[in-house]
């Protein structure tokens, strides 16, 4: 039977069935909390009967749920100016007024709440709300379907039929290198991943006098390729679902470049996360809107094309767009006028129209307020080395990147799935925060790894509700290395023995660069401002001192009177003990300076000085910095705005310390350790990302490649080419098969 325009009369009845029972649970959870909070009262000073109390109860309930219903999306809408990190807040405040207009315009006219109260009593009623909606969804998988395309709350321009073909889904931990992922895999925190590669307990273990595989990850079943590097393996076991590839990064091992490359296909002329421009006199900054914005536009002239998601793509938290037409949270477009094509922040505020979702993040974002609180005091306490500084607004930031981001971006991608979109990248930033403060391997990071490892298990629960089937590709865009900081270390940061070195006075007291740059960049985002941060000049005085600038372990020094990128010749020219006073330094591991003899020259401790022509891997001082080392400085000396002294810090392979330029214990950023090795988990049914014998990837700009030879593989959308890339693709398609 059916009912009005088409639509069936039992899935009317239900609907009704869900709205009463909903409305039942809050009702008598009001009934509770006036039992329990002295302030709250829904009878009369005289007292009133069961009944009528009942009654103001479920009028009052009743009351509340339409207006969070009709009105929340409207306040939702009005605060489109408020900071991203405060609005969480502001939902209590909001929450607590709708109760409290729903209690005076309840018929009975007895309700009443202190405003404290009301925050709470909202608080809660939302949640009970929200929890018994899901109970009675979740084995309704049309309702289920319907509840997360409406916490995402975008519709498709059109409804075209949905393609029976598999779309792609990337998945981005940021910040996760394959050690840490490997090493969460090992521990059981993160079983989803572990049920992809088909480890971890309770799975079949390797027969008595079999060794297990270095990693800890087991092997394949017959004829399947192992899951952590694609080799062949004879052994029984569970079968697995996806492979793990590590691929290294370039020099910059950092978000900017890494993901400028996997998104446009082009790392060309980003030496580092912040760098000086002589031609423009301004510091480029990889987080900052408008440097981001430049950036892709520089990208696209330089490959030709608009991006990996040009064609029916999305883009999520992301620093740049990928030529995606859905977009939420890009920094890239955060500081174009709002519009049509502009929806930098439209899944931010999509998700927290919803007055549910709104208030278990806010409840979330409040207690991971309260946890960092409590895990920076408990290691000042115990006096834990290293450590830096976690007061200020960090504990916000890393509230917001841990749970507002996560939240809103995840929710941004079930509804993309939901809509049968073809392509997908988002850009989880959680594990890198916290990371970058607590240490790559703390219990502090290995919670939120836990936490990334449900959401991924969400997704891939949505992926089975989807109108079309979905491959799930998560991968990192570089690691992190472990180590204290250059200036706990030796007392001076970076800056300070550069001045040192030049003849100038070192001040007493130097401002540390501020970190967290990929969660703040998510808050730019969400702010569609650029928030400078303190004593971050963009545009120095093109005076004789230098612009020493950091990212991670990686330094650079300009001279920005000059207009040219200076020589060896010239620098020591001008400043005879610079170079010597950096090369013969403990915490400095190399140099990268121009020649007029040699083109490019590497300078090291006791006098090395190789030019990059000679330059390989296995001699010092770049033998102990890994394989790739050479390649990624040759490259980098080709950029033209390489700055004048490209510094990377000491290395020490024993315990793969690096000493960051930044107040970091987790870095990354240049070579050393862990941030170069980043790893690719995909699914066993697309083709490896490199053939049997090959080297792993090494640089983001071939893993793009990848990732566009996987779309191709699902007839995906075919990314406008030019003809060189045109040409590199057959070649990469030719080898694969």
Known sequence: MRGVRGVPWRWVVSQIGRSVTVWAASTVTMLVLAALLPDFRLQSADGDSLTRIAVT????????????????????????LVPALFLGLLVFVLNGSLLLLALRVNPSGRGAAAPQTAVIVAAVMSAVASATGAALAVRDDEA????????????????????????????????????????AVRKGLMPTVSRWLATGDGLQKPADGVQEPADGLQKPADGLQNPVDGRQSTEHRIQPTHRLTPWRTDWSSQTGASQLGILHGSTFDVPAFRWYEKDCGEVMVCN???????????????????????VDGASRGNLFSGGAGEQALVLSIATRRRGRENRSRAGYFAYFSDPASAVRTALSFVAE????????????????RPRVGRGGLYPLVRAFATVVERDVVVAAVMGDMLAGRTAVYADLVAYDEVAHHSGPHSRDAEKVLQRLDRALALLQRVAEHAPRPYRIVVLSDHGQSPGETFHARYGLT???LVRAGCGLPVPRRAEGTRSGAEARAAVRAALRRPVEEKGERYRPARGSEPVVLASGNLGLVS?????????????????PALLTTLAHHPGIGFLLVRSEEHGGVVLGAHGAEIPLAELDDVSEPLARFGPGAADAVRRTHSFPHTADIMVNSAYDPADGEVLAFE????????????QSRSFLLSPLDLSAPVGEGEEEPAGAEQVH????????????????????????ADAEEERVA
């Open 559 to 575: 001279f920005p009177d000059v207009r040219h990128r200076m020589t060896k010749e010239e620098i020591e020219a001008r400043h």
């Open 494 to 496: 970076l800056g300070d």
């Open 144 to 183: 289920y379907r319907r509840r997360l395309h409406r916490l995402a709350t975008r519709r498709r321009r059109s409804d075209p039929p949905c393609p029976t073909t598999p779309g792609l889904v990337f998945v981005q931990l940021d910040g996760v290198g394959h050690d840490v992922l490997t090493a």
């Open 705 to 728: 490649r990848v990732l566009r030879r996987w779309l191709r593989e699902l007839n995906g959308p075919e990314v406008p080419l030019t003809a060189d890339t045109d040409t590199d």
């Open 57 to 80: 109860a479920a009028c009052g309930a009743g009351a509340f749920g339409i207006l969070s219903a009709v009105v929340w999306p409207l306040l939702v809408r009005l605060l489109l």
């Open 369 to 384: 307020v309260a946890r960092e609180v409590g895990q920076s005091t408990r290691a000042r306490l115990r006096g834990q």
């Open 288 to 310: 900052r809107p408008t440097s981001a914005a430049e950036l892709q536009r520089r990208a696209i002239l330089h490959t030709g094309d608009g991006g990996l998601l040009t």
């Open 663 to 674: 107040e970091q214990i987790g870095s990354h950023g240049g070579l050393g350790g862990a």
